[in-house]
């Protein structure tokens, strides 16, 4: 009935859509920019930063089943 179908979408949401949302989602560039410091000799070397995104993996947790019953 109307809960199987909750369960089921909720399912589904998991299995499949979360991933389809990272698999769209674009990898995250981040370059700091140096910063002003006036009368010291700047050692600022550029490094950048990239977030790719991957398989999404999702397990359970017991701990806060625990913590729920506690």
Do not use: C, Y
Request: zero cysteines; charged letters at 30%; aromatic letters at 6%.
């Amino acid at each position: 009935g109307l809960v199987r179908q909750q369960l089921d979408s909720f399912d589904e949401f998991i299995q499949n859509t979360m991933q389809e949302i990272v698999d769209e989602s674009a990898d995250i560039e981040i370059r700091p920019e140096s910063q002003h410091n006036p009368g010291n000799q700047s050692d600022f070397a550029e490094v950048l930063t990239l977030i790719a995104w991957k398989k999404l993996k999702l397990k359970p947790s017991l701990n806060s089943m625990d913590e729920i019953r506690n």
